[in-house]
């Protein structure tokens, strides 16, 4: 099973799990790549959150493209919107000094009032790991378009 964690300082993490991947390899999602059913879990200080999350190999994509950018001008901020059901909102903003700051929403249901607002501090330390599994998920599923043989 694929995921994309980063890891925080304090025992703070963001996770996505990848539980079914639909389409792989013929049917691609119109965000890119191949659409996901999966798990997201948000650990902040004390407060814990877990749910279902709709998303698309293309946008985890994009993701780590923006963090390679970010990293390696140490600067900047990458963003993951899943498109799919607009429920999660996660920003990561690096600066000159190494730290990194995660940060954004997490809503489980579109039509309820209920919203986790997260920041913890992590570091740039970090990105090996996740970029880690962030090139292996691209080499599985592709970049945007997919891995179809077309």
Known sequence: MHELFIRGKRGSFFRVTFDEIIGFPNETS??????????????????YVKGELWFSTGEIY???????????????????????????????????RGQ???????????????????????????YEETNDML????KHYGGLKGVRKD
């Not at 119109?30 to 407060?47: A, L, M």
């Not at 090139?135 to 691209?138: M, N, Q, R, W």
Request: proline letters at 1%.
């Open 30 to 47: 119109i965000w890119g790549g191949y659409d996901v059913n999966g798990t997201v879990e948000i650990k902040s200080g004390n407060y």
């Open 62 to 96: 994009e993701f780590h493209q923006q963090l390679i950018r970010c990293w390696s001008e140490l600067n900047g901020s990458a963003s993951f919107r899943p498109s799919a059901d607009r429920c999660l909102e996660l920003i990561v903003v690096f600066n000159n």
């Open 100 to 126: 990194v700051i995660l940060e954004g929403t997490y809503t489980e249901f579109a039509s309820e009032q209920n919203e986790l607002k997260f920041e913890f501090e992590s570091d740039q330390g970090f």
């Open 135 to 138: 090139l292996t998920i691209t």
